[in-house]
């Protein structure tokens, strides 16, 4: 079974600063690479994708890929309260119809 | 938002019951996934199918069963509902034009499935 890894957290930054999410996986072969956000209660919600090393950047979003050191990070920049949600990595797979695997998410809280 | 519709949003059962769920897209999409969440394993692939009548197994597909007469809708059964599954359901779609695709998934709303 191939790993996708996540500390779960929580993790607490104050409203503003940058929050700083990251994941591991085992299968080298991996060639895309998600980030979704999951509400408390509600189902995952892309926010972005990323398949080339080095940064993409969408809006306060920054995904970071370093597929050496098989690493995926996220950087959440001037943090507000409503980011406040588990943030969930996934791996493309390359069987089982292109599934995702998911790592177990990082729970993220923004204090005012 | 995909068009992703999950049925019954909620669903409260007995030990040894069937129970279906029924996921409805309106996208044409050719992949379709069923995935449970539970606390401390996150989501892990049940099943999943690439087209009409063609589906295969995930990694937790033990009492379960899927079925997929039409594009627009994939079906999840438990033959006879234990405890263990409990657990929200989620179903989720790809474009999936193959290894080449963008391989974004788009999910559903989720089932909250209890086996009493």
């Known amino acids: 079974q191939k790993e996708v890894e996540q500390n779960s957290g929580p993790l607490s930054v104050p409203e503003g600063a940058i929050a700083s999410l990251n994941c591991t996986y085992s299968?080298?072969?991996?060639?895309?690479f998600f980030w979704y956000r999951q509400y408390s209660g509600k189902s995952p919600e892309l926010i972005m994708s990323?398949?080339?090393?080095g940064d993409k950047e969408d809006g306060r979003f920054t995904a970071q890929l370093n597929k050496a050191s098989q690493y995926v990070s996220l950087l959440i920049r001037d943090s507000q309260p409503s980011d406040s949600a588990t943030y969930l990595c996934?791996?493309?797979?390359?069987?089982?119809?292109?599934?995702?695997?998911f790592g177990k998410g990082t729970s993220l809280l923004v204090t005012p | 938002d995909a068009g992703i519709t999950q049925s019954p949003r909620h669903k409260v059962t007995e030990t040894g019951t069937p129970v279906t769920l029924r996921c409805h897209q309106t996208?044409?999409?050719?992949?379709m996934y069923w995935y449970r969440q539970d606390p401390g394993h996150g989501l892990r692939l049940i099943h999943y199918?690439?087209?009409?009548?063609?589906?295969d197994k995930g990694e937790v597909s033990d009492g379960y069963s899927v079925s997929r007469s039409k594009t627009e809708d994939f079906l999840l059964t438990l033959e006879s509902a234990t405890s263990s599954q409990t657990s929200v359901y989620f179903c989720?779609?790809?474009?999936?034009?193959?290894?080449?695709?963008?391989?974004?998934?788009?999910f559903g709303e989720g089932s909250r499935l209890t086996v009493l």
């Open positions: 996934a791996v493309k797979r390359l069987d089982s119809g292109y599934a995702l695997n």
């Open positions: 199918s690439y087209g009409v009548k063609d589906t």
């Open positions: 989720a779609i790809s474009e999936g034009t193959g290894i080449l695709d963008t391989g974004e998934l788009f």
């Open positions: 990323i398949y080339s090393n």
């Open positions: 996208e044409n999409h050719r992949y």
């Open positions: 299968d080298r072969g991996s060639q895309s």
